[in-house]
Protein backbone atom coordinates (compact mmCIF):
# COMPACT_ATOMS: atom_id res chain seq x y z
CA UNK A 1 0.00 0.00 0.00
CA UNK A 2 2.61 2.31 0.80
CA UNK A 3 4.16 2.01 -2.71
CA UNK A 4 0.74 2.43 -4.20
CA UNK A 5 -0.02 5.82 -2.05
CA UNK A 6 3.81 7.40 -2.41
CA UNK A 7 3.55 10.69 -3.46
CA UNK A 8 -0.18 11.07 -3.32
CA UNK A 9 -1.73 13.61 -0.77
CA UNK A 10 -4.16 12.33 1.57
CA UNK A 11 -6.17 13.22 4.63
CA UNK A 12 -7.48 10.51 7.53
CA UNK A 13 -10.10 11.46 10.03
CA UNK A 14 -12.04 9.61 12.47
CA UNK A 15 -12.58 7.78 15.51
CA UNK A 16 -9.57 4.92 15.24
CA UNK A 17 -9.95 3.36 18.74
CA UNK A 18 -6.48 3.66 19.60
CA UNK A 19 -4.79 5.96 21.98
CA UNK A 20 -0.76 6.75 21.69
CA UNK A 21 -0.54 9.24 24.35
CA UNK A 22 1.87 12.27 23.62
CA UNK A 23 3.62 9.90 21.56
CA UNK A 24 4.47 10.82 17.58
CA UNK A 25 5.49 8.96 14.85
CA UNK A 26 9.09 8.46 14.25
CA UNK A 27 9.16 10.27 10.84
CA UNK A 28 7.72 13.71 12.33
CA UNK A 29 9.09 16.85 13.89
CA UNK A 30 5.88 17.77 15.50
CA UNK A 31 5.97 18.56 18.75
CA UNK A 32 2.43 16.28 20.72
CA UNK A 33 0.57 16.97 23.93
CA UNK A 34 -2.07 14.99 24.83
CA UNK A 35 -4.61 14.74 28.12
CA UNK A 36 -4.73 11.54 27.48
CA UNK A 37 -1.43 10.07 28.71
CA UNK A 38 -2.53 6.10 28.06
CA UNK A 39 -0.80 3.96 25.21
CA UNK A 40 -2.53 0.77 23.89
CA UNK A 41 -1.65 -2.04 21.02
CA UNK A 42 -4.27 -0.16 18.72
CA UNK A 43 -1.90 3.37 19.22
CA UNK A 44 1.24 1.62 18.46
CA UNK A 45 -0.67 0.30 15.69
CA UNK A 46 -1.89 3.63 14.33
CA UNK A 47 1.78 5.07 14.88
CA UNK A 48 3.51 2.28 12.82
CA UNK A 49 1.14 3.43 10.06
CA UNK A 50 1.80 6.77 10.29
CA UNK A 51 5.09 5.70 9.86
CA UNK A 52 4.92 3.08 7.10
CA UNK A 53 2.35 5.63 5.58
CA UNK A 54 3.83 9.06 6.10
CA UNK A 55 0.94 10.47 8.04
CA UNK A 56 1.76 12.98 10.51
CA UNK A 57 -0.96 13.40 13.65
CA UNK A 58 -2.45 16.65 13.74
CA UNK A 59 -4.22 16.15 17.02
CA UNK A 60 -1.89 17.79 20.05
CA UNK A 61 -0.04 19.79 17.83
CA UNK A 62 0.70 24.03 16.86
CA UNK A 63 -2.11 22.91 14.60
CA UNK A 64 -4.92 22.35 16.49
CA UNK A 65 -6.62 25.27 17.54
CA UNK A 66 -7.88 26.34 21.26
CA UNK A 67 -6.83 23.80 23.33
CA UNK A 68 -4.68 21.06 21.87
CA UNK A 69 -4.57 18.02 23.19
CA UNK A 70 -8.10 18.26 23.79
CA UNK A 71 -9.68 14.65 24.79
CA UNK A 72 -11.83 13.75 22.13
CA UNK A 73 -14.22 10.73 23.35
CA UNK A 74 -16.36 10.63 26.22
CA UNK A 75 -17.38 7.64 27.97
CA UNK A 76 -19.44 6.12 30.87
CA UNK A 77 -15.55 5.13 31.89
CA UNK A 78 -13.82 7.87 30.99
CA UNK A 79 -12.58 10.01 28.44
CA UNK A 80 -9.67 9.61 25.84
CA UNK A 81 -8.29 11.13 22.64
CA UNK A 82 -9.24 7.82 20.04
CA UNK A 83 -10.27 10.11 17.38
CA UNK A 84 -7.72 11.91 15.20
CA UNK A 85 -6.85 14.06 12.47
CA UNK A 86 -3.85 12.33 10.34
CA UNK A 87 -2.26 13.83 6.96
CA UNK A 88 0.48 13.18 4.66
CA UNK A 89 3.80 14.71 5.54
CA UNK A 90 3.56 16.85 2.44
CA UNK A 91 0.60 18.24 2.90
CA UNK A 92 1.86 19.44 6.83
CA UNK A 93 3.82 22.69 5.26
CA UNK A 94 0.74 23.61 3.24
CA UNK A 95 -1.87 23.83 6.24
CA UNK A 96 -2.59 26.88 8.22
CA UNK A 97 -1.84 26.55 11.55
CA UNK A 98 -4.20 26.18 13.82
CA UNK A 99 -6.82 24.63 11.08
CA UNK A 100 -7.86 21.57 13.80
CA UNK A 101 -11.23 22.74 15.84
CA UNK A 102 -12.11 19.90 18.55
CA UNK A 103 -15.33 20.76 18.93
CA UNK A 104 -18.40 19.74 21.67
CA UNK A 105 -21.53 18.21 20.64
CA UNK A 106 -24.75 17.14 21.83
CA UNK A 107 -25.66 14.44 19.59
CA UNK A 108 -22.85 11.92 20.22
CA UNK A 109 -20.36 10.96 22.93
CA UNK A 110 -17.09 12.38 20.45
CA UNK A 111 -16.44 15.41 19.91
CA UNK A 112 -16.86 16.69 16.15
CA UNK A 113 -13.89 17.27 14.63
CA UNK A 114 -13.60 20.27 11.58
CA UNK A 115 -10.54 20.47 9.64
CA UNK A 116 -9.66 23.81 7.56
CA UNK A 117 -7.68 23.29 4.72
Known amino acids: MSAYLSGKSFI ?4 LNGR ?11 NRISMDDVVNERGKWILQLCDDLHLVPLNGTQYESVSPGRLTSHQYAG ?11 ELVSRLPSP ?3 ILPTSISDHECLSLSI
Open 12 to 15: VMGD
Open 20 to 30: FGSLMPVQSSL
Open 79 to 89: STVIDYVLVSD
Open 99 to 101: CLT
